[in-house]
């Protein structure tokens, strides 16, 4: 049987600092077996927000590709301004543009792979001193003590619409630490199929990981 490391997995988690609980979860259901009713609820309570984050930062006019699959989500309170928008379309997976004063949130035109969450943790941990990384990967570091890496790695931490809403509330407060799980590679000797694996289990409570090689 051959074996060979091929890399790690890793996740950067973030987690509120001071926070007193943990903010309400982001409802994910599968909106191709809501009724129709259900489906209207959900575009309602979108509208509803969406009006919302228009009012508190006193945006005009708005155009929203509204995603069904999140069930729950809630406006912030307070103006916030750019950063806030453009974290809100990270979390909801959308592109955001402004045009003749109109902001747009669309799918049209979004693509995953210009997140380059890989690189921009690869780039984040081979700048950091040997101290900074343990700390990193034990206690957990402020966003506002990554320097000018904040801004970079700020938006691939909004998994979803109410994690979005955190991170622009509280932005240099939120802790971020750094799980690593080994990959292997190796040759099955019965069917002599090349299979990847990992040592250790995943742990369904924190992001998904993100191949490193």
Not at 96 to 112: A, I, P
Request: aromatic fraction near 8%.
């Amino acid at each position: 049987m051959m074996v060979g490391v091929t890399g790690l997995l890793v996740s950067l988690g973030a987690v509120a600092a001071g926070a007193q609980q943990a903010e309400p979860p982001t409802t994910r259901y599968f909106p191709s077996q809501a009724s129709q009713t259900e489906l209207q609820e959900v575009y309602h309570v979108w509208e509803e927000t969406l009006r919302a984050i228009c009012d508190v930062e006193g945006i005009e006019a708005m155009v929203f590709d509204i995603e069904p699959a999140y069930e729950y989500i809630e406006p912030w309170e307070k103006r916030l301004g750019a950063e806030a928008m453009r974290l809100f379309a990270f979390g909801s997976k959308r592109r955001w543009l402004q045009v003749d004063g109109v902001q747009v949130f669309t799918r049209v035109g979004y693509n995953y792979r210009t997140n380059r969450y890989t690189e921009t943790l690869l780039d984040l941990l081979r700048s950091m001193d040997e101290e900074t990384l343990k700390q990193l990967t034990n206690e957990g570091v402020r966003l506002s003590e990554l320097g000018s890496a904040r801004d970079q790695v700020l938006p691939r931490l909004a998994l979803d619409p109410a994690m979005a809403k955190v991170l622009a509330e509280r932005g240099g407060e939120v802790l971020v630490q750094a799980t690593f799980a080994p990959q292997f590679e190796y040759t099955d000797p019965k069917t002599g199929a090349s299979r990847v694996t990992q040592l250790g289990s995943m742990d369904a409570n924190r992001p998904p990981r993100m191949p490193v090689t």
